[in-house]
């Protein structure tokens, strides 16, 4: 099926998904993510550096090395890093912009070390500032430097809005935006929703959940159910996702700022698409990014783990030839 894809789209895996495997520390992490490519799930592998490297977030030349190697000798290669930006010293003071630069400078260094093609950054974290330096870092480094925006983050929120005007009005290739479709959820997971009920969440509330999710009034009733306290609270971390991981936006909203958009991460949580929950934002994203001629990434992230047990694996492989025939 990938075959069938504009050859400007690259499907990647993102070691994301195989986050449980490397707590669990029964591989070390770079075995795990070199298998990524030698079990043939994907060539194209989205790092993340933070869970790869001891030495973090400074990494080693000798580690990033050995890494490259290993995962190019099991016929790999790196697509994104995602890197970190801690705003704060342990201390609790602020960095400075200086030492916000002097923070990432490393992380970039790591991705070109280890064939990376852009590095990642929440959307507005960098700030116009730290862009301004960061600029002629990416150019002489060959990076592009990508700004997500995930679940309620619709490019509309006037929290998301000025960020993306600056990358606009930058006019840079070297800093694009890249957007994560869980921002594009007709209905919410099936296998969230039971976990919700089996956590003790009203059976009300799980009905309006259920049936009800694209109504925007649905906000009031999740933060009623937060402030009244009957949250269970062995649930309530989960329960968050509801107001910041998923969203309501549809592939139509992304429109105006597709001139922007390198890469995607095509989020999914589980794979029951009875009802084309997981199929249909990709397949409405496809024809929308053949029409605008899109040319990046479209990485498989799994964040059901959170809750599900099943085997990273096969959950991607499965996930990654659904988004190809979607896609196609």
């Not at 986050?19 to 520390?25: E, G, H, N």
């Not at 190697?69 to 801690?86: P, Q, T």
């Not at 600056?166 to 099936?190: C, G, K, Y």
């Not at 059976?203 to 309006?208: A, K, M, T, Y």
Request: hydrophobic share 40%; aromatic share 6%; net charge negative.
């Amino acid at each position: 099926m990938e075959a069938s894809l504009p050859a400007s789209w690259t499907l990647a895996a993102s070691s994301f998904n195989w986050t449980p495997d490397i707590i669990k520390a029964e591989r070390t992490p770079q075995d795990i993510v070199t298998d990524i490519a030698a079990s043939g799930v994907a060539d194209v592998v989205e790092v993340e550096p933070g869970s790869l490297w001891r030495s973090f977030p400074a990494p080693q030349d000798l580690e990033v090395d050995a890494f490259r190697e290993e995962l190019k000798a099991a016929g790999g290669r790196v697509s994104i890093l995602g890197c970190s930006l801690d705003d704060y010293t342990t201390t609790t003071e602020r960095r400075t912009t200086g030492q916000r630069l002097e923070f990432l400078v490393p992380q970039f260094d790591a991705a070109r070390r280890v064939g990376a093609t852009g590095v990642r950054l929440p959307i507005g974290q960098a700030g116009p500032e730290l862009l301004g330096l960061v600029q002629p870092l990416l150019h002489d480094l060959d990076l592009v430097l990508f700004e997500e925006i995930q679940g309620q983050q619709d490019p509309r929120n006037p929290r998301v809005q000025p960020a993306l005007d600056h990358i606009a009005a930058l006019d840079d290739p070297r800093i694009r935006v890249l957007v994560d479709i869980s921002m594009l959820m007709p209905a919410l997971p099936v296998s969230y929703l039971d976990e919700l009920a089996r956590g003790g969440v009203s059976p009300v509330l799980c009905s309006r959940l259920e049936s009800e999710w694209k109504d925007p009034a649905t906000n009031d009733a999740i933060m009623a159910a937060l402030r009244s306290g009957t949250v269970p609270p062995r649930i309530h971390t989960l329960f968050m996702n509801l107001l910041i991981r998923f969203g309501r936006s549809d592939a139509a909203d992304l429109k105006e700022i597709l001139p922007l958009v390198g890469g995607f991460h095509l989020k999914f949580w589980d794979l029951d698409d009875a009802d084309q929950r997981v199929s249909g934002p990709i397949e409405e994203l496809g024809h929308l990014l053949a029409q605008e001629g899109f040319t990046g990434t479209l990485t498989s992230e799994w964040g059901g783990h959170e809750w599900l047990r099943d085997d990273p694996s096969e959950m991607t492989r499965r996930h990654l030839a659904l988004a190809a025939e979607s896609l196609a």
